[in-house]
């Protein structure tokens, strides 16, 4: 019988400045974070004799996050409003299993959104949006050998009716992924969805 063990430790840093005008909508800001998992397992019991029971594995995966990020919102015109988020994010990765190779990754992502509301009448608004995310890896997918990170452009479209007795959301939306990870319906060891990339 063994026992398998997370020993997580969570801490870091946030900041943000924002500057407000009649039309503009300003903010800088940035985190720090970091985490500290040790992963390790026990034996419980066994018919059998082992020198050392206790600790079959004795692994640990670190991960330091950086970011930066501007926001800004501004009217344009009269009913028109523009806005742009950009992100710029660094994460540090190092880890050890019996399941993978010794891993000491660097991931440098751009992450940037645009957008625009139209309000045409009180009771018309549209609006149209571009994103990119880029999410790294995590233990689970390197053990599952998936080591790239992966990609989202996402394009939408929307439209907004409001009125006191009737309210219509629609949003279009295209998202293309790169490198996404998508579930296999397997399960691993430990009961965990499996994924492959």
Partial sequence: MRRRWLDNDF????????????KTDFQIGGAANRYLGKHYGEVIRTQFYIPNP??????FGNKDDVNVYSKVS??????????ADLQYRMVFYQANS???DDVNDTFRFFNPKVGLNYQL???????GYFGIANKEPRRDDYENGS?????????????????KK???NTNAFYMNYTDQLVLTGALNDVGAPSFYQ
């Fill in 98 to 100: 019996f399941r993978f």
């Fill in 166 to 168: 009737v309210k219509v």
């Fill in 54 to 59: 206790n600790r079959y594995y004795d692994n």
């Fill in 11 to 22: 801490f870091g840093a946030t900041f943000a400045l924002n500057y407000n005008s009649q």
């Fill in 74 to 83: 501004h009217e344009v015109v009269d009913k028109l409003n523009v806005f």
């Fill in 121 to 127: 009448n009180a009771t018309n608004m549209f609006y």
């Fill in 147 to 163: 080591t790239k990170p992966e990609r989202l452009n996402d394009f939408e479209l929307g439209w907004k009716y409001n009125t």
